[in-house]
């Protein structure tokens, strides 16, 4: 019975409420962020985890926009950031979003160096900057004729 006990209090002990996980704020779902601009992403660590975390955009067609791609947990994204300090609590990261992103619905993922702990962002979308994609190529012409 000893023997039994033993790894039954050590499952159990792992499925308490001490999990490890990340949890995004921000870019918050529906957002609307432009290329070229700053904006500060923020994420909330609870629970013991690697102190290193990459912060990566997920997303289609992300190839096109260059950058070094990474897999975390079977998804390609784009690395916005490698080896970004995670402390306990509350994290921040200004993220200047490059001009290269296609526009469109994007979602940040912030996953542990080790790959342990992963969380990411409900969906939010990058435009061009001056919101050229929203209008039709006949109209980005301009003549002074």
Do not use: H
Not at 53 to 74: F, P, S, W, Y
């Amino acid at each position: 019975m000893k023997r039994l006990m033993i790894p039954l209090v050590l499952f159990l002990s792992t499925l308490g409420l001490s999990a490890a996980e990340i949890i995004l704020s921000r870019p918050a779902g529906g957002d609307r962020l432009v290329a070229e601009q700053v904006y500060q992403v923020v994420w909330l660590r609870k629970g013991e985890m690697e102190p290193r975390v990459n912060i990566l955009l997920m997303g289609e067609n992300l190839a096109e926009a260059g950058g070094r791609m990474l897999t975390v947990k079977g998804r390609q994204g784009l690395l916005v950031a490698g080896s970004v300090e995670n402390l306990d609590g509350p994290n921040w990261f200004m993220w200047t979003v490059s001009g290269r992103i296609p526009p469109g619905e994007y979602r940040l993922r912030i996953a542990t160096v080790d790959e342990q702990v992963w969380g990411e962002s409900p969906i939010f979308e990058i435009r061009s900057p001056g919101g050229r994609e929203e209008l039709p190529d006949c109209l980005l012409y301009t003549s002074d004729a």
